[in-house]
Nanobody, 120 residues
Framework: QVQLVESGGGLVQAGGSLRLSCAASGSIVSINAMGWSRQAPGKLRELVATMSKAGTTNYADAVKGRFTISRDFAKNTVYLQMNSLKPEDTGVYYC??????????????WGQGTQVTVSS
């Protein structure tokens, strides 16, 4: 079993910043990609940012230039630095990871989500 625990969400005014953290623990051999998705009320979950094991990053167009994803590989932790926040960034942010849990076993794990609310 793999557990992902997010932290760092909260309420912030438009233009402000927040930093999300997500730590993975459990039966981990190695972690490949880690990333963040979000879900706004009444909308589908959407990908925000990912980082591969090699350090390659991808961002949704809506957050490019404002959000930065990073990883601490030694701590199995991924971060999301969010700057210049907008009300449309409001939603529940979920951490996800592609984890190798055994010699031939892989799993996709999700965190429980952390609320981010941006007021106008």
């Amino acid at each position: 079993q793999v557990q992902l625990v997010e932290s760092g969400g909260g309420l912030v005014q438009a233009g402000g910043s927040l930093r999300l953290s997500c730590a993975a623990s459990g039966s981990i051999v190695s972690i490949n990609a880690m990333g963040w998705s979000r879900q706004a009320p009444g909308k589908l979950r959407e990908l925000v940012a990912t980082m591969s094991k090699a350090g390659t990053t991808n961002y949704a167009d809506a957050v490019k230039g404002r959000f930065t994803i990073s990883r601490d590989f030694a701590k199995n932790t991924v971060y999301l630095q969010m700057n210049s926040l907008k009300p449309e960034d409001t939603g529940v942010y979920y951490c996800n990871a592609a984890v190798q849990t055994g010699p031939t076993r892989h799993s996709a794990s999700w965190g429980q989500g952390t609320q981010v609310t941006v007021s106008s």
